[in-house]
């Protein structure tokens, strides 16, 4: 039995009409086929990501202590209000 092979041009390749793989080296590879993932699944992603989250909450809470500390650390001293019967002013009036 004879097969019959029928002969094609398609952008600028000849290529018989059983085997188009010739065309495939005539377009420029896919700008995303070189891009790899930073995960292997979407569990692996979810992980990832948590990790990341957690890591951001630590540094801002280290940060947030270290301000806290330094404004408690500051002895500030009562204040009395002026209407406080306890509290006695040096100076009762204006004059």
């Known amino acids: ?5 029928r002969i094609m041009q398609k952008r600028g390749v000849v290529i018989d009409s059983d085997d188009f793989n010739g065309i495939r080296d005539t377009y420029p590879e896919h700008h995303l086929s070189k891009v790899k993932p930073n995960a292997k699944n979407m569990d692996e992603l979810r992980q990832k990501r948590r990790d990341s ?3 951001k909450i630590d540094v801002f809470n280290q940060t947030f202590e270290a301000k806290r500390q330094k404004y408690q650390s500051t002895e500030r001293g009562y204040i009395y209000a002026e209407y406080d019967p306890s509290h006695k002013p040096k100076f009762t009036s204006i004059k």
Do not use: G, I, P
């Open 1 to 5: 039995m004879q097969r019959s092979f």
């Open 53 to 55: 989250n957690r890591q």
